[in-house]
Each structure stands twice: as C-alpha cells, then as structure tokens.
C-alpha cells in the first residue's frame, strides 16, 4: 500500500495542509497519506508549540471526514528529538507491507543536505515535493526518486493562525469549522478564570483512573478546570490521562518526575487558576452535582472551607454529621488524636488563599501528608462549614503496602512540634496522643525495636490525655504490650 508521510508539527493544522495533503494523494496515487505529528522539528524552535496531545486531537478532528488521510501519533514513541530518517527507519519496520513515500515542501528540499541522514532517505524512499512561496526548484535536476507536484501554493500559516488567535481576530475560512471552534473556545476559557480547580495526583492508577477523570470532567458545574499530575507513573496512566485530555479541553495533564504525592498536590496547586480548590485521589470518584453543591455551600456560609460528607464503594455514608460551623481548634484535636470522622483533603472546597503555604510537606512523609496539610490549614483560624452533601465516592480498602518507617515519624513529630511552636501549652497533650497512636502502630506490626529507638520517651510525657488503655501499651514492654493493642485493633 502506497502511504505519504506528510510530517510537522501542525500547529495547529489548517486548510492549506488538508488541501495540499489531497492533491499530492491524488497526483502521486497514494492509497493514504498519514499526518505524522512531530513532537519537535529539530529544525524548529520548540517554544511556541501547544501540547503535543493537543495538536494531535486537533488534527483528529481536522480530519475525520476527509477519506485516506489520517492523523498519527507515531513520532510520540520514538525518541526526542524527532528525526525523519529514525521516523521512516522505524516505519519501514513495523509496516514492511507498506511502499512509503516522504512528503515535504520545496523550502525544505532546498536544504534537504542539512537533515539527519539525507543519503539514507533519498536511497531507500521516494520523496514528493510541493512548491513554496519563493523557493525556485529546478524539475530537471532532480534525482530519479524524487518528483516536483504542482499543488499551488496556499497562502496560509500556522503561525499566522497563532498570531490572529493572540490579536482576537477571526480564523474562520484559515482552518477547519472544528479547529475554528476549538480554538477560539480555548482562548475565551483562558481569558476566564475558572471558578473551582480540581487537582489530581495520578500514580499508578490504570485500574481507576479513567472512571476518577470522568466523574470530575461529567460535573454540571459552569466553570472548572482539571489538573492531573501524573507522577512518574510506570503502569500506563499517563497514557489514558492523555488521551482523555484530547477530549476535552479543561482537563490539563502534565508529566513530572515522580516526586511524591505532597509534590504532585502542590505543582497542581500552582498550575491551577480557580479561586477554589478541590482535590481527587485518582482512586476514588466525585459524585453528581459535587462541585454545584460545594460551590453553593461555600457561597451560602461565607466559609473558608467547606467539609462534606461521602459514601463508600458499598454506598455506606460516612463523614460527620453536617449543617454547622466547626472550630478549627477542635478539628485539629481529633486530627492529632486520630479520631477524626471528617473529610481531610478530597470532599473538601478551599478558597484558594487558605491553602498558600500548606502543601510544603517532605517527600519522605507518605502517610499522613493530607492530616499536615489540614491542620496547617486550620491553624490560620478559618471559617470552617460542615455540609450534610454527600459529594465524594471513597473506595475503602484499596492495598497499601508502604511500610512503617521510624524515621518518617520522628519527621512528621518533628514537623508537628514546629508548626505547634506558639501553641505548645494547648497541643502538647494532643501531640502526645498522636505519637502514642503511632507507637501503637509499630507495635502492632511487631516493630518492638521503635521503643528503645525513640518512643520511650513517652513514658516521661504528658498523658492527660491519653485513655487507660494507651497508658498500659506505653508502661508495657513492647512484646507484652502487643497483645492488648492487637486485641484492640482486631475487634
């Protein structure tokens, strides 16, 4: 099967490509021409480009009436820079069925020496060349394999397109209708600020993470953006991330190296616009009518931040009990004392200034991130409402299997008495009891050597408010101490 290669970065595509690709595809009898797009031209700039995935779903679109021409993504796969020679090489692999010819301008023909590896290109695939506003090509010097089509010239650019875009002028007639729109809906939603931004931490979620985007990106709410920080992911989330964000245009996906749930919750943060803020694990799902009534509830109360309630994988309900203000000292009591029945993170709208400073936890604290998070929060003294809306789908049970580590702890001990440092006389006892509970938990995995190391010291602590039940575990040795707090924890 004869098959063109019309490579570039198409950004975006417009009318001349479509035009040029069917007049070539007729002239040259090709049976298809592909639309290979570049991640970057090693002859072009980068910056400027739009996202990759972006002008790909845009070229899907552009084209998915017009016969024997397609969109592919297959330079995505291949190393970076992109080189036409690496491109064809691996082509003419995968598909040795195929007859391949190399589509390009006579711009680019005039300085076809310059590329990657021309002689390899000119020995093993034809080359179909189309003219170009001032560039002169002279038919008859041209090898055996390469042909000169007289296509005409279309005066129009993708650069021009991107100029009339940032002067707000019309490209109606320059690129497809869908492309028009497309466009010109983007640059009006980037004008207008979303009202509510919805951060994702996305890491190794392929099983959940499509239904957890869909049930944000289906919210009847009017203005909202979507955040996915898909974190170094090895299982192929980033992938159905991606190709979800060729759907729809206010769901941003970016790429970092993995560097931690807090890491990933904060990059989210900055890159986010809304004046509200939520935030989804990728395992779970926001129900119907999440962010309408959390925006509703947070306007009607006047509160900094706003606690609902949700329902489990069995649809039980759980979370307090709603329809009043909490205070923010009370909350991070039941925090620290692990008693908390409230929503932390996710089922929660924070106005963006409520959060500015609180997402600085250490990468090595992986559990317990979203508590510090919250109560650095709550120490700002805000309004706090808690809603009876049910809002958020919590799957219960899901495996953990990241270890207890000592050192984590004495961090996050170390971190609690330093955001506590002006408030110690109020949040020692309470300090106190939280490490009791961590100390509890060593002892329960059989970790008995944590007791030397660095929980003895809580036999000398305050225990008023600790119960009788956590005094004997800590006046016990730890091996005798680990059958009353198994016994405890198996009820």
């Given amino acids: 099967m004869k098959t063109g290669i019309f490579g570039g970065s198409f950004n975006p595509i417009h009318n001349g490509h479509i035009a040029l690709a069917k007049s070539i595809r007729q002239l040259a009898g090709l049976d298809e021409v592909w639309f290979v797009v570049s991640p970057h031209n090693p002859l072009k700039d980068a910056e400027g480009l739009m996202p990759d995935e972006?002008?790909?779903r845009m070229v899907e679109m552009a084209l998915e009436n017009e016969e024997g021409l397609l969109a592919s993504d297959y330079e995505f796969r291949l190393p970076r820079p992109s080189f036409m020679a690496n491109t064809l090489r691996s082509l003419s692999h995968d598909y040795p069925d195929r007859e391949f010819t190399l589509i390009i301008g006579a711009d680019n023909w005039l300085c076809f020496d310059k590329w990657r590896e021309p002689d390899f290109i000119l020995n093993n695939f034809r080359i179909a060349v189309y003219p170009r506003q001032g560039c002169e090509i002279n038919k008859n010097s041209l090898p055996d394999n390469v042909d000169f089509y007289d296509t005409g010239l279309h005066n129009v650019s993708s650069t021009q397109i991107r100029q009339l875009l940032k002067e707000d002028k019309p490209i109606n007639g320059l690129v497809p209708d869908?492309?028009?729109?497309?466009?010109?809906?983007?640059?009006?939603?980037?004008?207008?600020?979303?009202?509510?931004?919805?951060?994702?931490?996305?890491?190794?979620?392929?099983?959940?993470?499509?239904d957890c985007l869909n049930s944000v990106l289906t919210q009847d709410?009017?203005?909202?953006?979507?955040?996915?920080?898909?974190?170094?992911?090895?299982?192929?989330?980033?992938?159905?991330?991606?190709?979800?964000?060729?759907?729809?245009?206010?769901?941003?996906?970016?790429?970092?190296?993995?560097?931690?749930?807090?890491?990933?919750?904060?990059?989210?943060?900055?890159?986010?616009?809304?004046?509200?803020?939520?935030?989804?694990?990728?395992?779970?799902?926001?129900?119907?009518?999440?962010?309408?009534?959390?925006?509703?509830?947070?306007?009607?109360?006047?509160?900094?931040?706003?606690?609902?309630?949700?329902?489990?994988?069995c649809d039980n309900?759980?979370?307090?009990?709603?329809?009043?203000?909490?205070?923010?000292?009370?909350?991070?009591?039941q925090l620290l004392a692990s008693k908390a029945d409230?929503?932390?993170?996710?089922?929660?709208?924070?106005?963006?200034?409520?959060?500015?400073?609180?997402?600085?936890?250490?990468?090595?604290?992986?559990?317990?991130?979203?508590?510090?998070?919250?109560?650095?929060?709550?120490?700002?003294?805000?309004?706090?409402?808690?809603?009876?809306?049910?809002?958020?789908?919590?799957?219960?049970?899901?495996?953990?299997?990241?270890?207890?580590?000592?050192?984590?702890?004495?961090?996050?001990?170390?971190?609690?008495?330093?955001?506590?440092?002006?408030?110690m006389e109020e949040y020692a006892p309470y300090i106190v009891l939280h490490q009791t509970k961590m100390y509890e938990n060593f002892i329960y995995k059989k970790q008995f050597d944590v007791y030397d190391k660095y929980y003895k010291l809580l036999r000398k602590a305050d225990k008023s408010r600790l119960s009788i039940a956590d005094r004997i575990a800590i006046a016990l040795p730890p091996s005798i101490a680990y059958y009353p707090i198994a016994h405890r924890k198996n009820k």
Avoid at 317 to 333: A, D, N
Wanted: charged share 25%.
């Fill in 54 to 56: 972006e002008r790909l």
């Fill in 178 to 210: 869908s492309i028009a729109a497309y466009l010109e809906g983007k640059a009006i939603a980037k004008e207008r600020k979303p009202l509510i931004s919805v951060i994702i931490p996305v890491y190794n979620k392929r099983e959940y993470v499509e």
């Fill in 221 to 313: 709410f009017d203005s909202f953006e979507v955040i996915a920080v898909e974190d170094g992911s090895t299982d192929g989330s980033g992938v159905i991330c991606d190709r979800m964000a060729r759907e729809h245009p206010n769901l941003t996906v970016v790429h970092p190296e993995n560097g931690g749930v807090t890491a990933a919750r904060r990059l989210g943060f900055e890159l986010s616009k809304g004046e509200f803020i939520t935030f989804v694990d990728a395992d779970d799902k926001m129900l119907p009518g999440a962010l309408h009534m959390l925006y509703d509830e947070i306007m009607a109360t006047g509160a900094d931040e706003v606690v609902a309630r949700y329902i489990d994988q």
């Fill in 317 to 333: 309900l759980c979370g307090h009990e709603g329809g009043q203000y909490m205070q923010p000292s009370w909350m991070i009591k």
């Fill in 342 to 423: 409230f929503c932390v993170l996710w089922a929660v709208l924070f106005r963006r200034k409520l959060l500015e400073g609180c997402l600085s936890t250490p990468r090595l604290i992986r559990s317990g991130e979203d508590i510090l998070m919250q109560i650095e929060c709550l120490l700002k003294e805000p309004k706090v409402w808690f809603s009876d809306k049910v809002v958020y789908m919590y799957n219960v049970g899901l495996p953990n299997d990241r270890p207890l580590s000592l050192d984590e702890q004495q961090m996050y001990d170390d971190i609690l008495y330093s955001i506590f440092k002006d408030r």
